[in-house]
């Protein structure tokens, strides 16, 4: 008896470590220099008295500085720099944005976004909301908007009441709607950049609304695109022609931050979570971590980036701005979480060198965005037009008999990577890369094209082990080997 008690304590001990260790590994966030230096600040001894004034000043003080920073991200760059330049000429230092009310943690804030779809009418229409998860700051939950017919599927991102940010600020500042205000300008900040940041990788911002909450007024929620999360280990069991489109998807992304209209953007918190996948395409949704400063320098050793495996140095500027450092903290972000899992494995023999040399170049920062979008998109020219096949594909040691409007119902068999779980559902350029592809397959006796592509316009064809249930199907043209 005394024995199974043992064993029974032990393997909880064990299970509670394990899970504590699964944890660890799959949800420690990643390195954030500003969250770092606000956990620093907020440790220590709980108020007192005789601090807590001084505490509500530090509080408002964080509260105008995080609403500047929102207010500087919504002013054009050329103005905000025009205006800096008077100020230098008239002899002062550079003002903060002169519309900043006296008291911006009891204000709410009018975004001036422009025309934007949907809003509070929409969203007191919102059904079926789900809670999909949190971070340090936000909750997101999925919904669906009846007010326009056809129900449509949204994300919408608040603060999280009960997460750290505001958790920790209310422990430390007895202050609930201060604390509030202080996290929604982090919502405020990131709705202004989806905003401002117009591109196909960018989530897109259908609308926001202020309403009450929890005892708060004003509490803002964003009505933004609704994308599917990036699970990596899905991710890797897919053809390498999806992980291509979801790295090309990426460096289109950082070459647009690397030289958008607020000038280089840098995603302080680069990890795979911070992306969503819509209709295959990779999109940010997280940007309440970036920024647009790049960091100042008298010397090159002032330019050092650390990453778990790697560091650089990169050259101080003449400016005093470390060099390109937004651009390259996100390539490299890019090779370490994407690049080398994604981009060279089950590739086409051929294309497999520059695959390599474009991983160890951004690998190495040899490159700069500008260079690896240039030669990620040479390896799409190269898959897309076929030239990849040249001198790579061999003469068929069978002949094979087509039969127009024609399709083979099961004799299935499966292979990997398939578009289909149940069968071998592959792409091709054209019919001699899919006679390759059969012969390369012992079980395969026949194969169906179908009238679907890709997103390369790839042709996807079903590969089978026989031809026995053929029937007609006008959108599909069969081939079967021919035997002796």
């Given at each position: 008896m005394k024995r199974r008690k043992l064993a029974a304590a032990a393997g909880f001990c064990l299970s509670f470590l394990l899970g504590t260790l699964l944890n660890v590994f799959f949800?420690?966030?990643?390195?954030?220099?500003?969250?770092?230096?606000?956990?620093?600040?907020?440790a220590g001894a709980p108020l007192s008295e005789g601090n807590e004034g001084l505490s509500r000043g530090d509080l408002a003080q964080q509260i105008r500085e995080r609403y500047e920073e929102?207010?500087?991200?919504?002013?054009?760059?050329?103005?905000?720099?025009?205006?800096?330049?008077?100020?230098?000429?008239?002899?002062?230092?550079?003002?903060?944005?002169?519309?900043?009310?006296?008291?911006?943690?009891?204000?709410?804030?009018?975004?001036?976004?422009?025309?934007?779809?949907?809003?509070?009418?929409?969203?007191?229409?919102?059904?079926?909301?789900?809670?999909?998860?949190?971070?340090?700051?936000?909750?997101?939950?999925?919904?669906?908007?009846h007010g326009h017919g056809r129900p449509r599927p949204v994300a919408l991102k608040a603060v999280d009441f009960s997460g750290h940010d505001v958790a920790r600020c209310a422990q430390l500042h007895r202050a609930p709607q201060d604390c509030y205000r202080l996290a929604s300008y982090k919502v405020l900040k990131e709705m202004v950049l989806l905003h401002r940041l117009r591109h196909p990788n960018v989530l897109q911002l259908y609308g926001y609304c202020y309403q009450d909450s929890n005892d708060i007024s004003d509490t803002l929620t964003a009505i933004t695109e609704l994308g599917s999360p990036l699970e990596m280990i899905q991710l890797l069991q897919t053809s390498w022609e999806d992980r291509f489109r979801i790295c090309f998807s990426l460096v289109q992304l950082l070459h647009?931050?690397?030289?958008?209209?607020?000038?280089?953007?840098?995603?302080?918190?680069?990890?795979?979570?911070?992306?969503?996948?819509?209709?295959?395409?990779?999109?940010?949704?997280?940007?309440?971590?970036?920024?647009?400063?790049?960091?100042?320098?008298?010397?090159?050793?002032?330019?050092?980036?650390?990453?778990?495996?790697?560091?650089?140095?990169?050259?101080?500027?003449?400016?005093?701005?470390?060099?390109?450092?937004?651009?390259?903290?996100?390539?490299?972000?890019?090779?370490?979480?994407?690049?080398?899992?994604?981009?060279?494995?089950?590739?086409?023999?051929?294309?497999?060198?520059?695959?390599?040399?474009?991983?160890?170049?951004?690998?190495?920062?040899?490159?700069?965005?500008?260079?690896?979008?240039?030669?990620?998109?040479?390896?799409?020219?190269?898959?897309?037009?076929?030239?990849?096949?040249?001198?790579?594909?061999?003469?068929?040691?069978?002949?094979?008999?087509?039969?127009?409007?024609?399709?083979?119902?099961?004799?299935?068999?499966?292979?990997?990577?398939?578009?289909?779980?149940?069968?071998?559902?592959?792409?091709?350029?054209?019919?001699?890369?899919?006679?390759?592809?059969?012969?390369s397959h012992s079980q395969c006796k026949a194969f169906v094209l179908t009238n679907q592509t890709t997103w390369t316009g790839r042709q996807l064809a079903f590969f089978k082990m026989g031809s026995t249930s053929m029937v007609s199907d006008r959108d599909k043209t069969t081939y079967v080997k021919v035997t002796d």
């Amino acid at each position: 008896m005394k024995r199974r008690k043992l064993a029974a304590a032990a393997g909880f001990c064990l299970s509670f470590l394990l899970g504590t260790l699964l944890n660890v590994f799959f949800f420690i966030p990643a390195f954030d220099p500003q969250q770092q230096q606000q956990q620093k600040e907020e440790a220590g001894a709980p108020l007192s008295e005789g601090n807590e004034g001084l505490s509500r000043g530090d509080l408002a003080q964080q509260i105008r500085e995080r609403y500047e920073e929102v207010l500087r991200y919504r002013e054009p760059r050329a103005a905000r720099l025009e205006r800096r330049l008077m100020d230098l000429e008239r002899g002062r230092p550079p003002s903060s944005p002169s519309s900043a009310p006296a008291s911006p943690a009891a204000s709410r804030l009018e975004l001036s976004l422009g025309p934007l779809r949907l809003g509070c009418a929409d969203l007191r229409e919102a059904g079926e909301v789900r809670f999909l998860g949190s971070g340090y700051t936000k909750a997101v939950y999925k919904a669906a908007l009846h007010g326009h017919g056809r129900p449509r599927p949204v994300a919408l991102k608040a603060v999280d009441f009960s997460g750290h940010d505001v958790a920790r600020c209310a422990q430390l500042h007895r202050a609930p709607q201060d604390c509030y205000r202080l996290a929604s300008y982090k919502v405020l900040k990131e709705m202004v950049l989806l905003h401002r940041l117009r591109h196909p990788n960018v989530l897109q911002l259908y609308g926001y609304c202020y309403q009450d909450s929890n005892d708060i007024s004003d509490t803002l929620t964003a009505i933004t695109e609704l994308g599917s999360p990036l699970e990596m280990i899905q991710l890797l069991q897919t053809s390498w022609e999806d992980r291509f489109r979801i790295c090309f998807s990426l460096v289109q992304l950082l070459h647009y931050l690397a030289h958008s209209p607020l000038g280089s953007v840098t995603l302080l918190d680069f990890r795979p979570r911070q992306f969503v996948i819509v209709d295959g395409e990779l999109k940010v949704t997280d940007l309440d971590d970036a920024s647009t400063e790049e960091t100042s320098c008298t010397s090159s050793r002032d330019c050092f980036m650390e990453f778990p495996a790697r560091n650089f140095t990169l050259p101080c500027t003449v400016e005093g701005k470390c060099q390109n450092m937004n651009e390259k903290r996100n390539l490299y972000n890019a090779y370490r979480f994407f690049f080398t899992y994604l981009l060279p494995h089950s590739a086409p023999s051929s294309l497999r060198p520059m695959l390599d040399m474009i991983v160890n170049a951004t690998g190495e920062l040899h490159w700069g965005i500008d260079e690896t979008a240039a030669q990620l998109e040479k390896v799409l020219h190269l898959y897309k037009s076929g030239m990849y096949l040249q001198n790579t594909t061999q003469m068929p040691k069978s002949d094979y008999k087509k039969v127009p409007e024609a399709a083979i119902l099961d004799e299935n068999y499966r292979c990997w990577p398939s578009y289909h779980h149940k069968g071998c559902l592959l792409s091709v350029f054209d019919i001699n890369e899919a006679i390759e592809v059969c012969e390369s397959h012992s079980q395969c006796k026949a194969f169906v094209l179908t009238n679907q592509t890709t997103w390369t316009g790839r042709q996807l064809a079903f590969f089978k082990m026989g031809s026995t249930s053929m029937v007609s199907d006008r959108d599909k043209t069969t081939y079967v080997k021919v035997t002796d």
